[in-house]
């Protein structure tokens, strides 16, 4: 069974920067995607970012697209996301999650999660 930890949340002012970093445990082996989602309170959780081909291949949502930055490598089960220019929008719960054979930024397509990392962005 393979096992996701985040790390690196907190409180940010708009504007600032986060690194939040996600590894794995357990059996790692096997893993194709890695992936980050998030969940404000009231809202779905939406996919954020996710990476494969060993970190060779990545997308986005078009909220974060050019101010979020995924990383990783899936022969290890690790992965961060370097969140920069943050907006009080990106307030929310950060998970980590991966999957065997599926990369989408749907949640239907992972099978294993972390279980999350808060990030506050406000002034």
């Known amino acids: 069974e393979l096992f996701l930890v985040e790390s690196g949340g907190g409180s940010v002012q708009p504007g600032g920067s986060l690194r939040l970093e996600c590894v794995g445990s357990?059996?790692?082996?096997?893993?194709?995607?890695m992936a980050w989602f998030r969940q404000a309170p009231g809202k779905e959780r939406e996919g954020v970012a996710s990476?494969?081909?060993?970190?060779?291949?990545?997308q986005y949502s078009k909220r974060v697209r050019g101010r979020f930055t995924i990383s990783g490598d899936t022969t290890k089960a690790t992965s961060s996301l370097q969140m920069d220019s943050l907006e009080p929008e990106d307030s929310a719960m950060y998970f980590c999650?991966?999957?065997?054979?599926?990369?989408?930024?749907?949640?239907?397509?992972?099978?294993?999660w972390g279980r999350g990392t808060q990030v506050n962005v406000s002034s």
């Open positions: 357990g059996n790692i082996y096997g893993t194709y995607c």
């Open positions: 999650a991966s999957s065997r054979r599926l990369c989408g930024l749907l949640e239907s397509d992972y099978g294993v």
């Open positions: 990476l494969w081909s060993n970190g060779l291949t990545t």
